[in-house]
């Protein structure tokens, strides 16, 4: 029996508010950041030159030196292996098609030179081995407040090129996830909750990204978001609003921490506070996987009454499903046979990643550079069928929506990158596919690291060094974590 009836379908995301124009502060300051943006691309620091020829651009668009600034912008893309990010610089320049390059600029015949190669370019792309080093800092590892522009700036200077932050405590690697089973005899102390950034949508426990951002753009250093949208920093204490955890065993649920994201009022407050988010002007968001593999037997009235809708099967015989899956939990490939339970996580599964998809498509309708990445757990690579039934993960058509992964799970010693390598193999060589004429940014692999044993004072040594000598065309972000503890079975 369902618990309740309530309508399926998606209510329309709250808009995006716009970005606010970036006051000119005079030509003293323009000419500083563009020393800073042409420094960073001179020394091949291409990861900061796109961030400080983008501020460059933002803030003064009708520069005498824009359209070098659109060139070198270009470039940056290029040695970064983002040929989509590249293409359309050089198409700016280019200037509409038929146009005489001396009608443009001296830039523009170039321009039109590199979007021919790259178009017709096959194999490895252009800079491949290129990509962030990054540090992932949780709360517990912020710098007091008063210290972080030193902070960014040793961070800056051992060739950190992004930082990725807790957006809240319950989204950390390094914090063990509450527990969200049955609840226990005698209740657990509440752990301090809330939002690391300025939003609407729930308690905020300190703006935290008003701080970093602006600094660590200063240097051209990214910041990424990490959000767990399972457990996200929001004032909704409604039970609808959360899933429930099926116990075949005793043919009862119980309550489970988790939001339901299938539910449409869950997914308007997780927009909304998304775009909260967004305004911090974070260059991109990682969204944690699920810490339990309990993904099969997470249910919500809402979900089933879609289910059977769309799949025209009774909820009863998922529930009659699940409790025959128990006598075979730890032999996935037994399950085969079982179309019910097959349809069942793959039919959820195809939900999630498509609310995931348009929350993608909502944010980067607003930032179309930002970066939107998964979190997988390793076997969605090496077990495809039991990450599903599992976690609800399916990697491959994740990638084909255009999500970077980030390979979860505790941060591993350099020594492993190399051992799990094929399974990203052939990643950032895809052809590029266009939507409505524009190429778009293609998936690339992410991977978390355990820092150097030899650092000290608090900053860590040779990260920028380690993390070219273990990059790969494939694995092209490497993620360093500082005494972390596994955050995913």
């Not at 091949?44 to 796109?50: C, D, E, K, N, V």
């Not at 998936?443 to 044993?453: C, H, I, K």
Request: proline share 8%; net charge neutral.
């Amino acid at each position: 029996m369902l618990l309740m009836a309530f309508g399926a379908g998606c209510a329309g995301s709250p808009p995006v508010p716009a970005a606010q124009p970036v006051e000119n502060p005079g030509i003293e300051a323009e000419t500083r950041l563009w020393y800073q943006a042409s420094t960073a691309f001179s020394d091949g620091r291409y990861s900061a030159a796109i961030h400080l020829y983008e501020r460059y651009l933002t803030t003064y668009p009708k520069s005498r030196r824009a359209k070098e600034a659109h060139w070198e912008l270009g470039q940056s893309y290029e040695q970064m292996g983002e040929v989509a990010g590249a293409l359309k610089e050089y198409r700016i320049l280019a200037g509409p098609e038929g146009a005489p390059a001396s009608a443009q600029s001296a830039y523009a015949e170039r321009a039109l030179h590199r979007m021919e190669a790259l178009r017709n370019q096959s194999g490895a792309q252009a800079g491949a081995r290129s990509g962030h080093t990054a540090l992932y800092v949780s709360f517990s590892n912020l710098p007091p407040m008063a210290q972080v522009e030193t902070w960014v700036r040793q961070l800056s200077a051992q060739g950190v090129s992004a930082i990725l932050m807790d957006a809240s405590l319950e989204s950390s690697f390094t914090r063990p996830p509450a527990p969200t089973g049955p609840p226990p005899g005698s209740p657990l102390p509440k752990l301090p909750g809330g939002a690391l950034f300025s939003t609407s949508q729930g308690p905020v426990m300190t703006d935290w990204f008003s701080v970093m951002v602006p600094q660590a753009h200063e240097l051209g250093i990214s910041v990424f978001a990490v959000i767990d949208l399972f457990h996200a920093p929001l004032s909704d204490h409604r039970q609808e609003s959360r899933m429930l955890l099926y116990d075949p065993t005793r043919r009862k649920v119980h309550p489970w921490s988790q939001f339901d994201l299938l539910a449409p009022p869950v997914q308007q407050q997780v927009a909304q506070l998304l775009a909260d988010l967004l305004k911090s002007g974070v260059d991109g968001m990682v969204f944690r996987a699920r810490a339990e593999n309990s993904f099969a037997y997470e249910v919500s009235d809402a979900a089933l009454r879609q289910f059977e809708a769309q799949v025209r099967q009774p909820a009863s015989e998922v529930a009659q499903a699940l409790r025959e899956r128990m006598s075979v939990r730890q032999d996935a490939g037994a399950l085969a046979s079982d179309k019910t339970l097959w349809r069942w996580v793959g039919w959820k599964s195809r939900q999630e990643l498509d609310v995931l998809a348009r929350l993608k498509k909502y944010l980067q309708k607003a930032v179309p550079r930002l970066r939107m990445v998964l979190e997988i757990h390793p076997e969605a690579l090496s077990n495809p069928t039991s990450a599903l039934v599992n976690y609800g993960e399916d990697a491959a058509e994740a990638r084909r929506r255009g999500f970077d992964l980030l390979l979860g799970g505790p941060s591993r010693e350099a020594s492993e990158v190399r051992n799990f390598g094929g399974s990203f193999k052939g990643w950032s060589r895809d052809v590029i596919q266009s939507e409505k004429g524009e190429p778009q940014t293609l998936p690339q692999g992410w991977v978390l690291l355990r820092t150097p044993a030899e650092h000290g004072g608090g900053m860590f040594t040779g990260l920028a060094q380690q993390a070219d000598e273990l990059r790969t065309p494939d694995i092209r972000h490497l993620v360093f974590v500082p005494d972390a503890l596994p955050a995913i079975p």
